[in-house]
């Protein structure tokens, strides 16, 4: 059974830093895409940031320049580097994987880890 559990949420005052976790336990063979999305109540969950199996990376224009996503596939950990912290970056951040939990590499399922409060006030 794969999980996958959050780490290094918080509180933070604007300008600060965080740095968010996401290690998978369980059988892994191959971790493919990985991503971190962020939900506020009352909104949609917003996809934040995502590294595919070649280390390629991409994020919504709202973080460009101050977020950074990583990933350690020895350690099956995921990473959200969150640098100039603003009160609208304050929400609930879940990291997801595909993850293939077989030698059937082609075979993939799609996991949400358990969700981190950030939050972002002076």
């Known amino acids: 059974q794969v999980q996958l559990v959050e780490s290094g949420g918080g509180f933070v005052q604007p300008g600060g830093s965080l740095r968010l976790s996401c290690a998978a336990s369980g059988t892994v063979f191959k971790l493919w895409t990985m991503a971190w999305y962020r939900q506020v109540p009352g909104k949609q969950r917003e996809l934040v940031a995502i590294?595919?199996?070649?280390?390629?990376?991409d994020y919504v224009d709202s973080v460009k320049g101050r977020f950074t996503i990583s990933r350690d596939d020895a350690k099956k950990t995921s990473y959200l580097l969150m640098n100039n912290l603003k009160p609208e970056d304050t929400a609930v951040y879940y990291c997801?994987?595909?993850?293939?939990?077989?030698?059937?590499?082609?075979?993939?399922?799609?996991?949400w880890g358990q969700g981190t409060q950030v939050t972002v006030s002076s």
């Open positions: 590294i595919d199996s070649d280390a390629g990376t």
């Open positions: 997801n994987a595909q993850i293939s939990v077989t030698i059937q590499l082609e075979r993939y399922y799609e996991y």
